[in-house]
């Protein structure tokens, strides 16, 4: 039974090469869930995370995609005059 809206369960990732196959996988296998895609949203990787989301992605029994959408780092916060770091 699908869900009256599309339910998406969005990922932000950043140099998981190691978990987001399993991490993928486990998603997929929550039919509870009733997700109806399932979007990955790579942050500055380094690593092989986009190869390791590439080779998951035919294995994954719902709609799937993959951004890869660097997010410039923001600059730190100021500490305020008096304030404990």
Known sequence: MQPDRPLVAAIPV???AERIGPCLLALARQHAARLTHVVVLLNNCTDA???A??????RLPLPFMWLN?????????PVPRGAQP
């Open 14 to 16: 950043r140099n998981e």
């Open 53 to 58: 989301v590439q080779a998951i992605s035919g």
């Open 49 to 51: 995370t986009l190869q």
């Open 69 to 77: 959408a660097p997010i410039r780092p923001r600059s730190p916060m």
